[in-house]
């Protein structure tokens, strides 16, 4: 969370004010969600979203609860009509997707780097799509294994006329979105966003309306866009701190951009640092093949794995917290959410060439 967000937060734990300073006598967890106050700051966080990443007006701008694994069955409940929907599996995070569809539709791999042990993302030419898919969907940004798609697929000129869905959970304002190219894009507020709790969903306006017998009202994406997210009791105060969110990051600027493309700047700083400084050590390793790689998730691991324990404990004492890989993958992994300051990185790349003088 960037700092300036959680010093806001705390400054109106107890009394929320307005833009124009006026008290409102109350926290935002004691309004009602359908109050005038809190229904202007789910309109200036909904707005201020919109603006943040350019959603352009046909896309309706949801704020749910369910997180990124809730999506993965809202998603085929509200758009497979029951039929087919092909999933590029580059990771972890897509084929739960897939597995999880399959309850509600006939969810095909139409792609899948699991044999390259999902270090490279599967060249999209060679995607075996299907031409009566009710939506192709792939998970942008593989927090798990650390693979990014560094453009979205055109599926037009791949011959599909499916819409493109994106699980952009894990690099969501991170960099612009291609809107002419989604259908949908769904994520979990709580890396780049948020606290969690708090689900999004960019949807475009002829998706709505198509949703299963089956599908509970309150994820129904076309009664849920109706009552402007408030069909029932929205996650206000994650709303509310992701509303903070927006506006920091409305406020960033680097190199003369501003915004989401400020924090593009950033990131790439960010993430090439530290890929630079792996790739000429001896010691550190990332699998990942340069092309696929995520500007927000480095895992990596140490050529003597019996050192593990070591780095973790001598990167705590340094202050570099929450280090060690996921259990499935094992080894490190870094995150360089949006608000991870350069400075951070550069702590950690220090930290990493101490360690190697050290053990080598
Ligand atoms: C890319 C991606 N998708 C889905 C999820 C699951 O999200 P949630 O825990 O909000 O259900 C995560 C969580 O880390 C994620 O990184």
Redesign the pocket.
Known sequence: MPEAVLERAAADMLDWHDREGRASGMSVMEMSHRGREFVSICEQAEADFRALLAVPEHFHILFLQG????ENAIVPMNLSRGGIADFVVTGS?SAKSQKEAQRYCEARVAASNAETGFTRLPEASGWRLSSEAAYVHI?G???INGLEFQELPDLAALGSAAPLVI?F??HVASRPVDWRRVGLAFG?A??NLGPAGLTLVVVRDDLLGHALEICPSAFNYRIVADNRSMYNTPPTWAIYIAGLTFQWLLQQSEDGFTGVAAMERRNIAKSGLLYDFIDGSALYDNKVAPGSRSRMNVPFFLADESRNEAFLAGARAAGLLQLKGHKSVGGMRASLYNAMPLAGVQALVAYMREFERLHA
Request: glycine share 26%.
């Open positions: 997180g990124g694994l809730g995070w998970c940004n593989e927090t699980d959970s894990s979990g709580q890396k």
